[in-house]
């Protein structure tokens, strides 16, 4: 699968982005799905997961109630919505998709995901 993440781009903090992740292919609902970052200097993170039905959803304690992940699969698309920015969110976003077996499961290790996308910047000023 390709994935091709849009929406980034310069906002002050406090305000909100959406982030939108478009995925190839007839299989996306078999798979799980993700959201990364990766800041100037330090390692990437994990920031968000949802399972394959949507129903289960995991977030990084960072962003727990202000980042939203959602997705549509009859669009093929995974989304993150992102309100109170903080300049401490600034990165490259990245999204990524894992095989699920079980429609319930979400991933929130880097080494679980098959296919990752370009990424997306994503830059907070104060």
């Known amino acids: 699968v390709q994935l091709q993440a849009c929406g980034g781009g310069l906002v002050q903090a406090g305000g909100s982005l959406r982030l939108s992740c478009a995925a190839s292919?007839?299989?996306?609902?078999?798979?799980?799905m993700g959201w990364f970052r990766q800041a100037p200097g330090k390692e990437r993170e994990f920031v968000a997961a949802i399972s394959r039905s949507g129903s289960s959803t995991s977030y990084a304690d960072s962003v727990k109630g202000r980042f939203t992940i959602s997705r549509d699969n009859a669009k093929n698309t995974v989304y993150l919505q992102m309100n109170s920015l903080k300049p401490e969110d600034t990165a490259v976003y990245y999204c990524a998709a894992k095989t699920a077996r079980y429609s319930t499961s979400y991933f929130s290790r880097e080494y679980e995901y098959d296919y990752w996308g370009q990424g997306t910047l994503v830059t907070v000023s104060s």
């Open positions: 292919g007839r299989t996306f609902s078999s798979y799980g």
